[in-house]
């Protein structure tokens, strides 16, 4: 499941309505503002955008010589917000509320109903870049960057 690592990410940041009900779009965006690029330099502050950014297999066992039982998957999310307050913020909001998703995640009782548990990573080590300003949009921005362990 480590091929759809990000998808979880959205979700764990839609499950936070506070965080949801700052965004202008009321959601996340996965991989790109979805809409022409004249447009994008346009979206509305402050937005979320989570991107898969790889992976490496790894752990080869004795019954795969080819892949081993081991993903390594980069996910990053990037926030960009209208000055530096704000988006310190926002990023606190979208570091805890993926930790309280992850750590709080109960499957559900249904049967039937859709079950995430796979999708969680086992593991992650979280590294932050450095605040950006881009005078042209103007905006403040800065990426998490989550490097997780994940079963293929």
């Not at 940041?13 to 965006?29: C, H, I, K, T």
């Not at 955008?49 to 993903?71: A, L, P, R």
């Not at 926002?90 to 249904?110: E, I």
């Amino acid at each position: 499941m480590s091929l759809k690592t990000d998808i979880i990410f959205v979700r764990a940041l839609r499950s936070n309505d506070e965080l949801m009900e700052q965004l202008p779009a009321g959601d996340v965006y996965n991989t790109t503002i979805a809409m022409p690029e004249q447009d994008a330099e346009n979206a509305p502050l402050p937005y979320i955008i989570v991107t898969y950014d790889g992976m490496q297999n790894e752990g080869f066992t004795k019954d795969n010589s080819y892949e081993g039982d081991t993903d390594h998957v980069q996910i990053s999310i990037e926030v960009t917000a209208e000055n530096r307050e704000q988006l310190g913020d926002l990023m606190q909001a979208v570091r805890t509320t993926v930790v309280s998703f992850f750590d709080g995640y109960t499957p559900p009782a249904d049967p039937k109903a859709e079950d995430l548990t796979q999708l969680i990573p086992e593991h992650y080590t979280l590294s932050a870049s450095a605040v950006g300003y881009d005078p042209d949009k103007p905006c403040y921005y800065q990426t998490l960057n989550y490097n997780c362990d994940t079963n293929p």
